[in-house]
């Protein structure tokens, strides 16, 4: 990592530390590619601990916009990952907001020499289950609309936390016609159908996996992914009760 770099993962672990936000204009020419932005990942990561007991990060979110887009990947810090029923207002959220989305889980490990050869067609066949997931985004720089989007990345993809529903074994859905229910607090609900935006949420998983063994590592079995939301993001209160249902996948309830 380059000084300039490594000022920018103590400024984010920092801001972690202390429940405070940052001003992104003195950082605006810090970080040149995104491999830059995984180095202030994993650093702050390694600065608050949040894989000390973990031989590899068990939980991680990845997307993008399209199948075209550049997907992007962030470790999730176990503190925030809880089963639901989730209470989660016992953790600082500066502009939190929500996204819906299916959580896969892998049932088995994956080498690196398996995740250059994956495909999109068969990738699935290495998740053997998988769950409603709703991600709690929020960021550590004050004006996330003006903050580019390697800043963005630095900063854990703008995770909050994650709350997971029950497991079930993963099938083959028609998912362009799958619904997704999404209540926060009084607020009417949000409906979509055939949302997600690569189509299927399996379909990152290559991607997904080469990232994570770029290193030569080997992600063990077990490893969780949440894929992309149905809804965008949704904004949200401290306090709201939020409630989201996946016909025939489950449902899940959280408070913020």
């Not at 959220?93 to 819906?100: N, R, W």
């Not at 004006?143 to 900063?155: E, F």
Request: net charge negative; proline share 7%; aromatic share 6%.
């Amino acid at each position: 990592m380059t000084p300039s770099t490594t000022a920018l993962a103590e400024a984010l672990a920092n801001a972690r530390r202390t429940h405070q936000t940052l001003d992104a204009t003195p950082w605006l020419a810090t970080l040149e590619n995104a491999d830059q932005a995984y180095q202030v990942q994993d650093a702050v990561a390694a600065s608050l601990g949040w894989f000390a007991d973990e031989s590899a990060p068990r939980t991680w979110k990845s997307g993008g916009a399209s199948r075209n887009a550049v997907l992007t990947h962030a470790p999730l810090p176990p503190a925030g990952v809880r089963a639901a029923p989730a209470d989660f207002s016992d953790l600082v959220f500066h502009v939190p907001g929500i996204e819906s989305e299916i959580a896969l889980r892998l049932g088995r490990e994956v080498t690196p020499a398996m995740a250059a050869a994956l495909d999109h067609a068969d990738a699935a066949a290495l998740v053997d289950a998988m769950a409603v997931s709703v991600e709690i985004v929020d960021s550590r720089w004050q004006d996330l609309a003006a903050t580019p989007a390697l800043l963005r990345l630095a900063d854990s993809q703008v995770h909050g936390a994650l709350a997971i529903g029950e497991w079930k074994p993963y099938a083959a859905i028609d998912w362009t016609s799958q619904r997704c229910e999404t209540r926060i607090g009084s607020a009417e609900p949000v409906v979509r159908q055939g949302t997600h935006p690569m189509g299927d949420p399996a379909w990152l998983l290559p991607v997904w996996l080469r990232h994570l063994t770029r290193h030569g590592r080997t992600v063990p079995a077990g490893t969780v992914v949440t894929t992309g939301s149905w809804v965008g993001i949704l904004p949200c209160r401290r306090g709201d009760q939020v409630t989201v249902a996946f016909d025939g996948i489950g449902a899940l309830r959280l408070s913020v």
